[in-house]
């Protein structure tokens, strides 16, 4: 009997219309364990470099977390491997919500769509039938219709849906697919990937249960967990307020595009006093980090920066108007922090000049003006006017624009930033140097808060259950952060570790706020190997946990590479070299030695040489000799090592 996973995995070519049910390798099971691990491998083994985006041979890999569909808490997220269109580089996007339970309850670890449709199509899974069905009607439509109209036409309420709306349709490069509980795959344009195969929705329904190898210990386990989560969850509850608290300090503009927000706390607190009905969770989660918030008969379920992207880049200090340039995020399907900076950096050059109303067809663009804001959304989704060329993302709009618009647009490998400040050292560290272009897939707690906390906090903290780092870790918590980057073999050191412990909750399923996002975190390493041990009878350790882990990080490192991917790439926009921020705190320049130093730190404890290639070492001591192969014979790392001699 097959224990933790479900056994079976999906392969749908929409070109051809087959379908077809393949059984689970066991051997990739074992090596990768899930979610991101497997569908990196998977990505790898059937996707040449040679491939583009927006072609028939770029697949979608949808997957599930071994621990997906059990009953350890937090185990919810769905993964999605692709190119990116507006990148052009292997990504990756992770969700919450309900869908990969339901998946890994219909039967099926993975699911992976290659080809195009001719006609639109959506994808109709429940248990052992699996059909690809007219979508006709559904084009063209919001994804809170086509969510509904698929219910209404399966006749099951309880169908968990994917869904593109008119943003993916029309192939933005910000579009995102949306999940029916505020939950989404977003960042880097997958929703135009799945826009560009005509592909509506997946709506799944499974009836099947997961068996596990130990139920008694896993459940008595998954009982102790929760038990713990019991302080996370008292600070979630606060966490809007104490949100709001942190944004006001740290968040007064990365650049011209994003104004200060100070005070905020008291007017959040006023609106979701008005307008939040109840706080909801996951699948199989306790924490309650979204807000249901109902605003003009719509219901949103919010967190994070989406309660303030709009605000910073609009400078219009309402939550009123955020939320409901939300809600067009959720109907049409869109990337909110990436929407909200491109609206804005329009704006910008419009002051500047670089466009005028002849480019914007005689609307003349303006921050404190929410009627702008809500226009361009709808011009970006459906590309027309300017937003025809703002669909196209930051980095190729600012080309098809030109006339100086490329020195204002801010990215980091062609990705929209987010609203928190490059000069500081460890934001830089964590924005520049992700594989995914994106600060928020290494953020972590201890480095971001508890170096700065006092002498009593930090030792209730190292000494608490909830110490989630090597012992080693401990001395490293208690100088205060260098506001130039002087610390960063401390910063690097922590960053690197959080790569493979954010990896490990990638692959397992578990959500990030469970395992280290937040402080107070429920589970640690020695958790997730029982569980892991538990569910599949695997007998696993620490040191093979953070193998498979490290693999993954290198296997996704390495593809990028041979898409070009170097050291110029891991780095922020040139004006953060010379520019401070804005008051009320004061940051910057980055030191560009310090920066470089810190590139060489993170690279030496990553097993990457000095222009960010993984050493031969690196890739053998983890199994991936075939990616070592792969990489001498295109001579990428041959090339290396002759530039090194020749030095």
């Excluded at 074992?30 to 040449?48: H, I």
């Excluded at 690197?496 to 107070?520: N, V």
């Excluded at 429920?522 to 892991?532: A, F």
């Amino acid at each position: 009997m097959l224990y933790g996973w479900a056994g079976n995995n999906l392969r749908i070519d929409l070109s051809q219309g087959n379908i077809e049910k393949e059984e689970g390798d066991f051997k990739l099971n074992e090596a990768y364990l899930g979610g991101r691990g497997t569908c990196t491998k998977l990505f790898w083994d059937q996707v040449a470099p040679e491939v583009s985006p927006l072609s028939s041979g770029n697949p979608m890999i949808f997957g599930t977390g071994v621990l997906c569909g059990t009953s350890a808490p937090g185990a919810n997220r769905t993964i999605l491997v692709t190119r990116s269109p507006q990148t052009n580089l292997l990504t990756y996007s992770l969700m919450g919500g309900f869908w990969a339970p339901e998946l890994k309850h219909a039967g099926y670890d993975n699911l992976s769509i290659f080809g195009k449709s001719p006609l639109p199509v959506y994808i109709f899974i429940k248990d052992d039938i699996v059909e690809i069905r007219d979508a006709s009607h559904l084009w063209g439509k919001d994804i809170l219709e086509t969510q509904k109209i698929i219910r209404d036409e399966l006749k099951n309420d309880k169908l968990q849906t994917l869904a593109i709306g008119p943003a993916g349709e029309n192939k933005v490069y910000c579009s995102s697919i949306e999940h029916s509980t505020g939950a989404s795959l977003s960042r880097a344009g997958v929703g135009a990937v799945m826009g560009d195969k005509k592909l509506k929705a997946i709506a799944v329904y499974g009836t099947k249960d997961i068996n596990i190898a130990k139920p008694a210990e896993f459940n008595e386990l998954c009982g102790k967990i929760h038990k713990k989560s019991d302080r996370l969850r008292t600070f979630v509850d606060n966490w809007s307020y104490e949100r709001a608290g942190l944004l006001e300090k740290v968040v007064y503009g990365n650049s011209d595009e994003f104004s200060p927000m100070e005070n905020v706390g008291a007017f959040h607190e006023e609106f979701l006093k008005k307008h939040r009905t109840r706080q909801i969770s996951c699948y199989n989660c306790a924490l309650r980090c979204k807000h249901a918030i109902l605003l003009d008969g719509h219901y949103s379920y919010v967190k994070c920066v989406s309660w303030y992207s709009f605000i910073a880049a609009s400078k219009i200090r309402d939550l009123d108007f955020a939320i409901r340039c939300y809600q067009l995020c959720e109907k049409y399907g869109f990337d909110s922090l990436s929407l909200a900076y491109l609206i804005a950096y329009a704006i910008d050059i419009y002051e500047k000049g670089i466009l005028t109303k002849k480019d914007t067809g005689g609307m003349h663009l303006e921050y404190g003006n929410p009627d702008v804001f809500l226009t361009m959304i709808e011009q970006i989704a459906h590309r027309k006017g300017i937003g025809d060329v703002l669909a196209n993302g930051i980095y190729k709009a600012a080309r098809q624009i030109g006339n100086g618009a490329e020195e204002f647009a801010i990215h980091t490998k062609k990705l929209e930033i987010t609203i928190y400040p490059l000069q500081n050292p460890y934001i830089n560290i964590v924005q520049c140097l992700s594989d995914r272009a994106d600060m928020l897939k290494l953020l972590t707690a201890v480095p971001q808060h508890y170096t700065q906390k006092t002498k009593e906090e930090k030792e209730d903290y190292i000494n608490s259950e909830y110490w989630l780092y090597p012992e080693e870790y401990k001395d490293l918590i208690w100088e205060n952060p260098d506001p130039k980057g002087g610390d960063y073999a401390r910063l690097t050191t922590f960053t690197s570790y959080d790569d493979m412990l954010i990896a490990i909750a990638d692959i397992t399923g578990l959500c990030r706020f469970w395992t280290g996002f937040w402080p107070f975190n429920p589970y640690i390493v020695e958790d997730i190997i029982k569980l892991v041990s538990y569910s599949t009878g695997l007998n696993i350790d620490e040191d093979e946990l953070l193998k498979v882990a490290k693999r993954t990080v290198l296997l996704t490192r390495a593809y990028n590479v041979r898409l070009g991917i170097r050291r110029k790439d891991d780095s922020p926009p040139e004006k953060y070299f010379y520019e401070t921020t804005k008051p009320p705190i004061q940051l910057g320049p980055i030191d560009r030695d310090i920066f470089n130093k810190t590139v060489d730190s993170y690279y030496k404890l990553k097993g990457y040489n000095k222009d960010g290639i993984p050493t031969k070492q690196a890739l053998d001591e983890v199994g991936l000799d075939y990616v070592r192969e792969d990489l001498v014979q295109r001579r990428i790392l041959a090339d290396e090592e002759n530039k090194k001699n020749r030095d």
